[in-house]
């Protein structure tokens, strides 16, 4: 086995347990492996290893692998410029950074063919710099997003912030998510998770994890 899909059977092998200790399914627990900074040949390397699901974080270098590799289910995780929403819409699956109006309005009837799926990031920290919506704008927003034409509401995504214990952050994107979904219903997907505290969001409910480096590698790395 190369390296690559040891390190990707080690993180499957991670969320089987850390759903079984949740007493969750682990087959609700989707897994996209976030490939910023990895040439497109990681890519195609994790393609053969049965991943479907990739995360980018930066426009250039998405629409860059986006022109390679089609076929790919891109997720846009990273902040967005207004600017940017249409050109990310064009390639793009899902977008989990959409935390403000004009935001939804940029990725909102952009004319493609198949609707965009969104995630609501909530800031889970206290510095507003920091990419995600307030938690006080997330009713508005989620009435917003569930009439955007073009848009599927997915659910909602957090970033745990470091210097705090991370299965407290999530438990706070958890009431988020249940306060989307009372206005929602459909909306119940939780984006969270990353290498280094995956197991703490599947704890709180996550339902797609955004997992780089654990898999990936530092890109010095051997595959
Ligand atoms: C880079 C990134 C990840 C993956 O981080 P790792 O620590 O490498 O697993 C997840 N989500 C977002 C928004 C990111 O920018």
Known sequence: MSPLAERLELVRDGVRVAAR????????????????FQPVSVVSDLMRLGVRD??????????????????????????????????????ASAVHSVDRTALVRG??????SADLEVFLQVNLTDNPERGGAASADVPRLTELLSVAPGLRLRGVMGIAPLGEEPRRAFARLRHA?????????????????????YPAAIAEGATHLRIGTAITGTRSDPR
């Open 107 to 112: 990725l909102s009837a952009t004319g493609q």
């Open 177 to 197: 998510a249940e306060q989307v979904r009372s206005i929602a219903p459909d909306a119940v997907a939780i984006s969270a998770g990353m290498s280094g505290d």
């Open 54 to 91: 990739f995360g980018e974080s930066r426009h250039q270098e998405a629409r860059e692998k986006a022109a390679h590799l089609p076929s790919v289910r891109w997720h846009f995780v990273g902040q967005l410029q207004t600017k940017k929403a249409a050109a990310v819409a064009a390639y």
């Open 21 to 36: 200790a949740a007493g969750r399914d682990p087959a609700a627990v989707s897994l996209i492996v976030v490939t910023k």
